[in-house]
């Protein structure tokens, strides 16, 4: 009997791939969202706001998968947006414990999004691990909260993972596209001062790592969901031009010119860390892509 995957927040970059690969494997799968989506699954719905779940999204589910929440980099941080940057992490993931914790169900295990914002920015040559504390800054902060809410799950006998997740790279959106818009048009540049460190992971290898974390039952607490490979943000760019034959012609553009353009959001793109993959590598999972100049190739040159 194969399994049952509920995935919140499904309609995003990682949840539409996710799904692709995970029927591909002969998993049953079914999304819960804020709307009735017609597709190729069955679609269910709830209010986060209201505090309300169709409880037969929740029907025979072995696992869910909870991916829900604002994107961080869609808008710019007004009081309001970072209000539902939060909330729609933690209140999401209190309804899931509120659900679970008053129902009869089947669910075993919660693998849960999360970010490596958790441990903030670091500026020297620090390598965070899973261990480290989480950082003060906003977004370090938002990701504590969003994990608290989602370990309160594990007090409910319900295995809980969590992936923290670094730059995500796909052709399909996200940061690469963001980054090669510009350069293809020859004004790439940069960003800040080219020194922070982006740790990166390809899509295909973070939805396996999902996956991963659904089969194997020993996987509890937070991993990484990154490849290891941290690079600068000025290596990465020089890349992304190689690869596009395109030329840097422009120098960095300086942090406070990036705040005046997206404001606070700024910290995202002009700050950086490195970040260890060796607890997710111990686990056993074996990455696809590991070289940057390989996965660009194969992401840029389609």
């Not at 809410?149 to 399909?172: E, F, P, Q, W, Y």
């Amino acid at each position: 009997m194969s399994k049952k995957i509920l995935i919140t927040g499904a309609s995003g970059l990682i949840g539409t791939r996710l799904t692709e690969l995970l029927l591909q494997k002969g998993f049953q799968v079914s999304h819960l969202g804020r709307s009735k989506k017609s597709g190729a699954v069955p679609s269910f719905v709830w209010d986060v706001d209201k505090g309300e779940l169709d409880q037969q999204a929740l029907e025979e589910v072995d696992t869910i998968i909870h991916l829900a929440g604002a994107g961080v980099a869609d808008k710019r941080w007004t009081e309001s947006r970072k209000s539902e940057i939060l909330e729609s992490r933690t209140k999401s993931s209190a309804l899931l414990y509120k659900v679970l914790s008053g129902t009869n169900h089947s669910v075993k295990a919660v693998v849960s999004a999360s970010a490596i914002g958790y441990y903030g920015f670091g500026f020297g040559e620090e390598v965070f691990t899973e261990d480290g504390a989480a950082g003060n800054d906003y977004l370090a902060q938002v990701t504590k909260q969003w994990e608290a809410a989602v370990d309160n799950i594990s007090t409910l006998n319900i295995r809980v993972a969590k992936l923290r997740i670094g730059i995500v790279l796909s052709d399909k959106g996200g940061a690469l596209v963001e980054m090669a818009k510009p350069i293809r048009l020859g004004a790439g540049a940069a960003l800040g001062s080219g020194k922070q460190y982006m740790s990166w992971i390809h899509l295909d290898d973070l939805c396996e790592m999902f996956i991963k974390a659904v089969e194997d039952e020993s996987m509890r607490g937070a991993y990484n969901a990154v490849t290891g490979d941290y690079v600068t943000n000025q290596e990465l760019t020089t890349l992304i031009a190689k690869v596009l034959k395109k030329p840097l012609l422009l120098p960095n553009i300086p942090a406070f010119v990036m705040r005046i353009i997206v404001g606070e959001m700024a910290v995202i793109v002009v700050n950086g860390s490195k970040i260890s993959a060796d607890k997710i590598k111990k686990t056993g999972f074996i990455f696809t892509y590991t070289n940057l100049h390989q996965a660009l190739e194969k992401l840029l040159k389609r």
